[in-house]
């Protein structure tokens, strides 16, 4: 197929074509695609698309153009900028800038992997772009002037971007709260990362931008620390949650003992579980780590994070550079030109693992990877298909054993019992003579007599009466052994 017919058979998205797949979550999936205006000129776009099953639930579709309605008026170099914001025949879709590189997530397990941690100044630099991308958003205004008092609330290592460039980027704002949000959220429902969940907004209250500040504080934590903060055992999200509301937080000194005082000092009162006692703002909190970068503490340029990215991270980012210049073609392709659908290639082979960072004993860092939480529907229906054939073997056995029973059981016994005869006025009648099964005459009787003559006597009458059932001792019942193993009691 020419590299032209491949173009024209790609999925388009408004006015913009999807080259591959890059993830996909509860909500919506994000594709890489590109914008063709010239010969020679193009972008390339991240595209996040609601998932077709949802665009019938108003409440999923109010949910998405309410993050499209507070990241359109996000400007700031620390947040993913979106660029465009559109429905057509599949469905609502939001295009924003594409940020090469990897989720800090990716950053912690592939230094965990290698039994390293993340270097305390790039984590205190990424900790400082966050905390700026965040700030920008908690100072959002409407046409009014007025706060529109955004909290992200999912604030995670999932959704934080660390680009080729070595500035971090905040994103996914699909369940920030806003005061002029067209979906309310509903009591009793929890929205975010449980591990990273303050404690507030894990019992359901009202939060503000202090519950940002803590999930930047376990964070910070896990990057200085290399471990999880809060995790239940098998990722158990009912102990995951004792832990953020009762939990003790350990001190990021009592993980790491070499970590700057001033460092596990910012970290803990980020952490404090009292409102009051916590940072008020992200910049309060960003401030408090600069003066500590004047007090002896090491924060790493952009440049110097953009290295330790390509140090680590190179290979994988080339890999997916190699795969996204296979999927471009060299021709542009007209808006207007009618497309057929395909299913865009997933970028599985380059893409981030499902990976958790967790200390080892005896290291300084280990690494597991991360189980599912709840059976796999594959698990369960192998499962039932092991209990049907289970069933299916019992009922097997049971009729073979009834049927080597009826062929085994020995045929029933009649005898024959003469009747008292008129000449003898009745009296005792003989002993039962035996009968053969296939016919009903007797074995050995009176002989017939001769027709014709009339002096032969009558022919007695008879009835059968059955014979008492014995079993023959084919098989014999012995007890069962002391040792009590013995699982059948009966044997040859």
Known sequence: MSSESSVTRRQKVGRYEILA???????????????????????????????????????????????????????????????????????????????????????????????????????????????AGLHAAHELTGEDGRLLNVVHRDVSPQNILVSVDGIARITDFGV???????????????????????????????????????????????????????????????ETLTKVLYGEIARVSAVHPEIHPLLDAICAQALERPLDARYATCADFAEALEQAARGGVEVATHREVARYVEQMHGEEI????????????????????????????QLSSVSSAALSYEASPGSKVGFTPLLPAKPTAAFRGNGVLLVALGAALV?????????????????PVAVVVPAASAATGGGNPPSPMP??????????????????????????????????????????????????????????
């Not at 509903?186 to 009202?206: D, F, H, I, V």
């Not at 097997?396 to 049927?403: D, I």
């Open 21 to 131: 797949e890059i993830a996909s979550g509860g909500m919506a999936t994000v594709y890489l695609g590109r914008l063709v205006t010239a010969p020679g000129f193009e972008r390339q776009v991240a595209i996040k698309k609601l998932h077709p099953h949802l665009e019938r639930q108003k409440d999923f579709v109010e949910m998405f153009l309410d993050e499209a309605r507070i990241v359109a008026r996000l400007h700031h170099p620390n947040v993913v900028q979106t660029l465009e914001c559109g429905a057509d025949e599949g469905g609502h879709f939001l295009v924003m800038d594409y940020v090469e590189g990897p989720t800090l997530a990716k950053m912690l397990a592939k230094a965990a992997g290698m039994g390293e941690r993340i270097p305390t100044s790039v984590a205190v630099r990424v900790a400082l772009d966050a905390l």
């Open 395 to 411: 009922v097997t056995v049971a009729a073979v054993g009834v049927l080597v029973w009826v062929v085994m059981r020995p045929p």
């Open 176 to 238: 920030a709260r806003a005061n002029e949000r067209l979906a309310v959220t509903r009591t009793g429902q929890l929205k975010g990362k449980l591990s990273y969940m303050a404690p507030e907004q894990a019992r359901g209250e009202p939060t503000d931008r202090r519950a940002d500040v803590f999930a930047m504080g376990v964070i910070l934590w896990e990057m200085l620390t290399g471990r999880r903060l809060f995790r239940g055992k098998a990722d158990s999200e009912a």
């Open 318 to 345: 080339a890999q997916r550079r190699a795969v996204i210049r296979n999927l471009r073609s060299p021709g542009s392709i007209s808006p207007d030109e009618p497309t057929a659908a395909e299913t865009p290639p």
């Open 435 to 492: 009968v053969s099964p296939s016919s009903s005459l007797p074995l050995a009787s009176t002989p017939l007599p001769t027709i014709g003559t009339s002096s032969a006597p009558a022919i007695p009458s008879t009835s059968l009466v059955p014979a008492p059932r014995v079993t023959p001792p084919i098989f014999k019942k012995v007890p069962v052994g002391d040792d009590g193993l013995s699982s059948n009691p009966y044997r040859r």
